[in-house]
């Protein structure tokens, strides 16, 4: 499967952005998916994720209440909806996908990636 995100771009402290990651060449509906997010000189984090039926979700503690996945199986896409963004949620953001059945915390659970999409809070 093949992953595209996009909808990143520069934001105030406080707006809201919708990234989306479009999946082609798979069947979405087999795929857990997920978003992280690297800063620069850091780590790449775990943002959340979402299973196959979307009835599982998690979240990272740092944007509970904040940011909410979702997907839609006729789009074959996955959204990061990000509202109340703070200045440490700038990052390029990664969608990812695997054929596990539940959803998935952890970079090295994920086999495919997509290109990241930039994501810039300023004040």
């Known amino acids: 499967v093949q992953l595209q995100a996009f909808g990143g771009g520069l934001v105030q402290v406080g707006g809201s952005l919708r990234l989306s990651c479009a999946t082609s060449?798979?069947?979405?509906?087999?795929?857990?998916m997920g978003w992280f997010r690297q800063a620069r000189g850091k780590e790449r984090e775990f943002v959340a994720s979402?299973?196959?039926?979307?009835?599982?979700?998690y979240n990272a503690d740092s944007v509970k209440g904040r940011f909410t996945i979702s997907r839609d199986t006729a789009k074959n896409t996955v959204y990061l909806q990000m509202n109340s963004l703070q200045l440490e949620d700038t990052a390029v953001y990664y969608c990812?996908?695997?054929?596990?059945?539940?959803?998935?915390?952890?970079?090295?659970?994920?086999?495919?990636w997509g290109q990241g999409t930039k994501v810039t809070v300023s004040s």
């Open positions: 990812a996908a695997d054929l596990r059945s539940r959803a998935l915390k952890f970079a090295h659970q994920y086999t495919y």
């Open positions: 060449g798979g069947t979405f509906s087999s795929y857990v």
């Open positions: 979402i299973s196959r039926s979307g009835e599982t979700i």
